[in-house]
């Protein structure tokens, strides 16, 4: 497995050094030539003539071409920043490749980089196009290799600029009301500059394909938001308004797509499982609630994180491993019996700062959320999902943090990722009839 991965590196090695001739022949047309010459590959799982479907979901479940989905994925966070550039273009599709090479099918990354260096949005509303041809490399690249992406539209956190850089722009512009973080969902300004970049973005055509965002079925669902907190309302109503707002706006441009928030998941200060299922009394007052929140007519799926080691300092990894297991149950539990809906656990890692950190236990944390993916999607129940953060390259080790893996570095990592991809992909019943996941999945059979 790990050779032929080597092999097909090689591959975009040899590609990246073509690169030189992009500026003489433009991109698109080098494109063209790379995928005659090797068209033999089979480096494209979707066709560029092949229609592709939206996916879609009816209650607790995900649905492609009218049949169930479930979802083995990861997130690449710096897909868009490493597209900007035609040197660093090669680590994208190598990454997208090599998830495609592992059975994954979903990409979550960031469609938002607010300020700083090589900002999409330098300031509000004004769009710096190099990035957002950026963006659109990521899509087409995406859609070339088969997968589809989760779009997370801003940062609750810093990183990337976030919701403190709308609150500096909007005190810059001296029509901010507040300094404070939490404006970003109350100040009515601020809302507005966040629902024009939405409206930018979800309009976008894609100068690749040709194809508007908010048409292009390679996008799985919008993310509104990557972990949302607004603890200067710990009632919860600040950040439901916002909600409320947004997710409306989303579905009155785009109704394609299938809209979820990026709540960590804790349970608010009403719910009766603040007590008994989130990590500490704190996770009560973030001013999210799962429940709450992910009820909401317009979020079509429920998100969740899971970072044991980040919300519990004492614990031992094996009590970690238990929490976690109580965590997702708990999850999937709401959702197969109350809201009705699909979750997704759209991030799950393990940090190797961890004081008593062994790499073993990644592939133990790892096994014990993709066996609870897999248990529930075999009664066809609400666990639709799990994204693993994250999955990187070689030579970014800069764009790493405690979580990140170069996933053919570690073999057993790599072992149950494409083992999870194949049994998944034998209850969809995608085996036979999927190219890819016929040589992956038999293979695997054979040995
Ligand atoms: C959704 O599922 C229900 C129950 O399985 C079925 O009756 C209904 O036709 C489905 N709706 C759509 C739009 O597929
Ligand atoms: C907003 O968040 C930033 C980054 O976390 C922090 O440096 C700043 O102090 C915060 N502003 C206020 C008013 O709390
Ligand atoms: C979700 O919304 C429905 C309809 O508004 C309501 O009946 C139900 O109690 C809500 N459930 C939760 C868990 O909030």
């Not at 090797?38 to 049949?67: A, I, T, Y």
């Not at 965590?327 to 991030?347: A, G, N, Q, Y």
Request: proline residues 4%; glycine residues 6%.
């Amino acid at each position: 497995m790990k050779k032929d991965l080597r092999s097909h590196w090689s591959l975009r090695k040899l590609m990246a050094s073509n690169g030189m001739l992009y500026p003489i022949l433009g991109f698109a047309s080098c494109v063209a030539l790379i995928y005659m010459s090797f068209g033999d590959l089979k480096l494209s799982r979707f066709p560029r003539e092949q229609r592709l479907s939206f996916v879609q979901r009816n209650g607790s479940q995900f649905f492609l071409d009218g049949k169930p989905l479930y979802v083995n994925g990861w997130n690449s966070y710096w897909l868009m920043s490493h597209s900007v550039e035609e040197n660093t273009r090669p680590k994208v599709s190598a990454m997208l490749e090599a998830g495609a090479k592992m059975g994954l099918t979903v990409c979550r990354t960031w469609a938002f980089n607010d300020g700083g260096y090589n900002a999409l949005q330098i300031s509000p509303g004004q769009f710096d196009e190099r990035v957002f041809k950026g963006l659109d490399y990521v899509i087409a690249e995406a859609r070339q290799h088969g997968i589809r992406l989760i779009l997370s539209l801003v940062n609750n956190l810093q990183p990337y600029g976030g919701k403190t850089q709308y609150v500096n722009w909007a005190w810059q512009e001296g029509i901010g009301l507040s300094s404070s973080n939490d404006s970003f969902f109350f100040d009515p300004s601020i809302r507005k500059y966040f629902k024009n970049y939405v409206l930018s973005v979800l309009t976008r055509k894609n100068t690749i394909t040709g194809i508007e965002y908010r048409n292009d079925p390679t996008i799985f669902a919008w993310e509104l938001i990557n972990e949302p907190r607004c603890i200067t309302d710990p009632s919860g109503d600040t950040l439901q308004d916002w909600l409320e707002e947004m997710t409306a706006f989303i579905k009155s441009i785009d109704k394609n797509h299938l809209l979820t928030i990026g709540l960590e998941g804790f349970y608010g200060p009403k719910s009766p499982k603040k007590s008994t299922v989130n990590p500490e009394e704190w996770a009560s007052a973030l001013g999210s609630d799962f429940m709450r929140n992910s009820n909401m007519t317009h979020v079509d799926f429920a998100s969740v994180h899971i970072y044991a080691d980040q919300w519990f300092h004492h614990l031992g990894f094996e009590e970690k491993r238990n929490y976690v297991y109580k965590w997702m149950r708990s999850h999937i539990e709401d959702c197969d019996k109350e809201l009705k809906k699909p979750v997704m656990f759209t991030e799950y890692g393990l940090s190797d700062q961890n004081k008593d950190y062994q790499p073993s236990q990644r592939e133990q944390l790892y096994r014990t959320v993709l066996d609870i993916i897999y248990k529930s999607a075999k009664k066809k129940g609400s666990g639709a999902g799990a994204l693993v953060w994250q999955f990187f390259v070689e030579g970014m080790a800069e764009y790493s943090d405690d979580f990140g893996i170069v996933p053919w570095e570690s073999p057993p990592i790599y072992k149950l990722t494409v083992e999870h991809s194949c049994r998944l992909a034998r209850i969809q019943g995608l085996i036979q009839e999927n190219e890819n996941f016929k040589q992956l999945c038999s293979k695997r059979e054979e040995s």
